[in-house]
């Protein structure tokens, strides 16, 4: 692994890629298989450290992607850079890297056929609570169970009440709304109650230490369903990186990228759904694209609705001239919202 100088320290750099595609029904993310510390096969983001050869990181990026799902990338974006070792143990954490930066890459959903069993999943598979498209999950129920008990249990009132707040902030409990942009806040608060799997690689951390009553099965995700863990830090890479696209939907038309060249203003919106994790209003969301310019006709119908034919659009490029920020200012229907 390829040392550089950062300071007056020498540290090890990785390089990780989310990489989303979206259809009308799931934004899904391409995963590969790496080895667990017990021998298991974990799924992960495409990764790899930067080596000699790599120029710059997002060489080093891109021909790690391709080498790992025979994916070949567009416009990427980097994402964030994450240096917390700490979240796993003994060993494996001096193996990782001191540095890992992460990039966010759109494309159209192609049929990866690299050696390491490259796969495209629903992100739900792994945040599954931040589907909210049919109401309130049914399984944050027992989440927000466990995160009052893990609440309840600190060491003194101050940091309860600290703890009681975060809460209400990151998942809407009390009345407060739920903010879809919040994924990666949510995921952290799931983190720090042991409330994922992922948290029991905490060096002196005994599973079970968060709230959750009994051997520790809960933390390991057995009692309450907080979706399929992933190797190192990846899970929470992903968190980020949907926080991120969530947000910039409302001020980038980079939904676009994930679209075909002509579709409908109903898989427009569907996909828009699938990203966001939220009911919109029909009428509302088709008034806010018409004002905003973002889509023009192509004078083509399209029979594949399941209903009457739909008219196809495609994309407006020339809005990007015509004003910053154009974007879809969501607003969750009354019905997606309760």
């Known amino acids: 692994m390829v040392r550089r100088r950062v300071g007056s320290a020498s540290a090890s750099i990785g390089l990780s890629a989310v990489i989303v595609a979206a259809s009308v029904h799931e934004p899904r993310v391409l995963t590969i298989h790496l080895p667990g510390t017990g021998g298991e096969a974990l799924e992960a983001l495409p990764s790899g450290p ?4 790599h120029r710059t990181l997002e060489i080093g ?12 990338l567009g416009h990427v974006e980097q994402l964030y850079t994450f240096g917390d070792r700490d979240r796993a143990a003994g060993e494996v954490a001096l193996a990782l890297p001191a540095l890992v930066v992460a990039y966010l890459a759109l494309v159209r959903e192609a049929r990866p056929a690299g050696a390491a069993d490259a796969e495209w999943h629903s992100w739900y598979r792994y945040f599954p609570w931040e589907d909210w498209r049919r109401g309130k999950p049914a399984l944050l129920d027992p989440i927000d169970e466990g995160l009052a008990r893990w609440a309840a249990r600190a060491a003194g009132d101050d940091l309860r009440r600290l703890r009681e707040e975060r809460l209400g902030l990151v998942f809407g409990l009390s009345g407060a709304a739920w903010n879809e942009e919040l994924a990666l806040e949510r995921y952290e608060l799931l983190y720090e109650a042991g409330l994922v799997a992922e948290a029991a690689r905490v060096p002196g951390r005994q599973p079970g230490d968060a709230g959750v009553p009994g051997s520790g099965a809960a933390a390991r995700g057995a009692d309450i369903p907080t979706g399929v863990a992933m190797a190192s830090d990846h899970r929470r890479i992903l968190a980020t990186a949907i926080g991120r696209l969530r947000g910039k939907i409302k001020y980038r038309p980079v939904v676009f990228e ?14 828009v759904e699938a990203l966001a994790g939220i009911r919109l209003h029909k009428q509302n969301f088709r008034r806010l694209v018409e004002q905003q310019g973002l889509v023009e006709e ?10 009457r034919p739909a008219r196809l659009v495609r994309f407006r490029r020339e809005v990007l001239l015509e004003r910053p920020a154009p974007g879809l200012r969501l607003r969750a229907s009354r019905r997606a919202a309760g």
């Not at 930067?50 to 050869?53: A, D, G, N, R, V």
């Not at 679209?259 to 996909?271: A, E």
């Open 298 to 307: 192509t004078g083509e119908i399209s029979a594949a609705t399941g209903g």
């Open 258 to 271: 994930l679209m075909p060249p002509s579709f409908t203003l109903s898989q427009l919106q569907q996909t």
């Open 61 to 72: 990026l891109r021909a790690w992607v391709e080498r790992q799902t025979s994916q070949r």
């Open 50 to 53: 930067l080596e000699p050869e």
